[in-house]
């Protein structure tokens, strides 16, 4: 099943250009709901930089570092000064990394993608105590109840830093087979609901009614214990020096353990992708019968 699930790639650098049977095949890989693995293409840090494997560099309220390359603007840590530069230049480093990555991979994106987040993630997952909806050691696809995507794909590069540690994820079945087993449970959005929840500023644009079945699936995934222990899924032990990508909103995805991994989203309009009909958006409008954006 690992085979059926990563497109392994043979780099050992960031930038392109790439052999044309690499890129020939990573968009499809990727929209086919593979994961893109590379395990030649570590994050290297910087001596000054080993000082941030340590949950210390967080702020104590936050799980992650995060820089918008948009606006500069970090958060979620309390280095100060001298330090707390050093760690924006980490973030902003790897964001620049990732975005090569992609452009050299997908050059059929690279026009369309637009920077979400770029994280740093020094606190250990397994253990950690979150109410069941925000467990992400439970399988799930992204969605979220702030931020409506309105149809946009949610595309993630991930890198493993810790320096002897796996990073371990669970993959689970394919987003058509999940969004056809929940959907039944999710009733119809109210109509005022979208205009309520944006009026009231809980959601940080006009949520859809793509993004109402998103969230259901999101919710009722994690909600339904048998469902996690039951369905189809494998196991990933994805070592240090690492670096993998997935749309993250169609894989159906759980970290269950690791500590210290880099994360970069990027979103993707559907008329960005090599074949729209495979994204999440097409897909549940093919199962309810109608435009959902």
Same mark, same amino acid.
């Given at each position: 099943?690992?085979?059926?699930?990563?497109?392994?790639?043979?780099?050992?650098?960031?930038? @392109?250009?790439?052999?044309?049977?690499?890129?020939?095949?990573?968009?499809?890989?990727?929209?086919?709901?593979?994961?893109?693995?590379?395990?030649?293409?570590?994050?290297?840090?910087?001596?000054?930089?080993?000082?941030?494997?340590?949950?210390?560099?967080?702020?104590?309220?936050?799980?992650?570092?995060?820089?918008?390359?948009?606006?500069?603007?970090?958060?979620?840590?309390?280095?100060?000064?001298?330090? #707390?530069? #050093?760690?924006?230049?980490?973030?902003? #480093?790897?964001?620049?990394?990732?975005?090569?990555?992609?452009?050299?991979?997908?050059?059929?994106?690279?026009?369309?993608?637009?920077?979400?987040?770029?994280?740093?993630?020094?606190?250990?997952?397994?253990?950690?105590?979150?109410?069941?909806?925000?467990?992400?050691?439970?399988?799930?696809?992204?969605?979220?109840?702030?931020?409506?995507?309105?149809?946009?794909?949610?595309?993630?590069?991930?890198?493993?830093?810790?320096?002897?540690?796996?990073?371990?994820?669970?993959?689970?079945?394919?987003?058509?087979?999940?969004?056809?087993?929940?959907?039944?449970?999710?009733?119809?959005?109210?109509?005022?609901?979208?205009?309520?929840?944006?009026?009231?500023?809980?959601?940080?644009? #006009?949520?859809?009614?793509?993004?109402?079945?998103?969230? @259901?699936?999101?919710?009722?995934?994690?909600?339904?214990?048998?469902?996690?222990?039951?369905?189809?899924?494998?196991?990933?032990?994805?070592?240090? @020096?690492?670096?993998?990508?997935?749309?993250?909103?169609?894989?159906?995805?759980?970290?269950?353990?690791?500590?210290?991994?880099?994360?970069?989203?990027?979103?993707?309009?559907?008329?960005?992708?090599?074949?729209?009909?495979?994204?999440?958006?097409?897909?549940?409008?093919?199962?309810?019968?109608?435009?959902?954006?």
């Amino acid at each position: 099943m690992a085979m059926e699930i990563l497109e392994s790639l043979d780099i050992t650098a960031w930038q @392109g250009p790439f052999s044309p049977e690499i890129v020939a095949k990573a968009a499809d890989a990727l929209e086919t709901g593979k994961l893109l693995y590379a395990p030649q293409l570590p994050f290297e840090l910087l001596e000054d930089e080993r000082q941030f494997l340590s949950p210390e560099c967080l702020d104590g309220k936050s799980k992650n570092v995060s820089f918008r390359p948009d606006s500069g603007v970090m958060k979620g840590t309390r280095c100060q000064g001298v330090e #707390r530069d #050093r760690l924006l230049n980490m973030l902003q #480093r790897y964001y620049t990394l990732a975005s090569d990555l992609l452009d050299g991979l997908c050059p059929g994106y690279s026009q369309h993608l637009r920077p979400g987040f770029t994280s740093f993630r020094p606190a250990e997952i397994a253990g950690r105590v979150t109410s069941w909806r925000h467990d992400d050691t439970r399988l799930h696809v992204d969605a979220f109840p702030s931020r409506p995507m309105q149809g946009l794909r949610i595309l993630r590069v991930f890198t493993n830093v810790n320096p002897r540690m796996p990073r371990v994820w669970r993959v689970g079945e394919k987003f058509e087979q999940a969004a056809a087993h929940f959907l039944p449970g999710i009733k119809s959005p109210r109509p005022w609901t979208a205009s309520l929840l944006y009026w009231l500023r809980i959601a940080k644009g #006009r949520r859809t009614e793509y993004d109402h079945y998103m969230l @259901g699936i999101h919710d009722h995934m994690k909600a339904d214990q048998q469902y996690q222990s039951q369905v189809s899924q494998m196991q990933l032990a994805i070592p240090p @020096g690492t670096t993998w990508a997935c749309f993250t909103d169609s894989v159906s995805h759980a970290a269950l353990s690791g500590q210290f991994a880099f994360e970069q989203t990027f979103y993707l309009p559907v008329s960005g992708m090599k074949d729209p009909a495979r994204s999440p958006l097409r897909v549940l409008e093919r199962l309810v019968g109608r435009a959902l954006t």
